[in-house]
């Protein structure tokens, strides 16, 4: 990653963070942190600011509640329990790493990208809850285990692609964001027939 992005750059990179963050806020800070202490992650002096990620004592926490996670998201309604925690967490969390991604020499680009990434990540935390609840109906459990583990496999990837090569940032935004919406109309249709078909004087 080159030392200058452009805004397209950072705002493509702002918005993918803040996406992944709706399914892996705690993953998302916990791999910023790990690629920065080890010097794999060169960041552009204005993005100084998540340098803090870095610290041990951060890394440490994130470390410690992204394991929690991987283990509760695994269990069938726990994972929605604790989706319904984070509705506030995630898009706050999102919101901040978008803040720190933006310039701060230019206050008016933060403000948007803390709106703007905070709406992001309750729309991505939207998205996947809503589809873990479809999931959830289902009478095994193995589904549960599957998606969830495609979802640590893909925001671990994703987060690494979107810092490695900024330029297709953007594009990984729209794209996650075309998924969660797709995600949220496939929840709600699946949820409908479910409910529907038990509602009474259904057959």
Not at 66 to 77: G, L, P, Q, S
Not at 106 to 128: M, R, S, V
Request: hydrophobic share 60%.
């Amino acid at each position: 990653m080159t030392g200058q992005m452009g805004i397209v750059e950072i705002l493509g990179l702002a918005a993918s963070v803040s996406l992944l963050s709706g399914w892996r806020l705690y993953l998302c800070v916990l791999a910023t942190g790990l690629a920065m202490h080890f010097d794999m992650l060169p960041l552009p002096e204005h993005l100084a600011a998540l340098k803090v990620l870095a610290s041990p004592w951060v890394m440490g926490a994130a470390g410690l509640a992204a394991f929690v996670e991987f283990f509760a998201d695994k269990i069938a309604w726990l994972d929605s329990a604790w989706d319904t925690l984070h509705t506030v967490i995630r898009p706050l969390g999102g919101a901040l790493l978008a803040l720190a991604v933006v310039d701060p020499a230019d206050p008016a680009t933060q403000a948007i990208a803390f709106i703007l990434g905070g709406g992001a990540t309750l729309l991505a935390h939207g998205g996947k809850a809503s589809a873990r609840a479809a999931v959830n109906t289902s009478p095994e459990p193995f589904s549960n285990v599957v998606v969830s583990t495609a979802e640590d496999v893909v925001a671990g990837g994703l987060l690494v692609l979107a810092y490695t090569y900024p330029a297709a940032a953007g594009v990984m935004a729209l794209a996650l964001l075309a998924l969660t919406i797709w995600l949220l109309l496939l929840a709600r249709r699946v949820l409908k027939r479910i409910f529907g078909a038990r509602a009474p004087g259904k057959p």
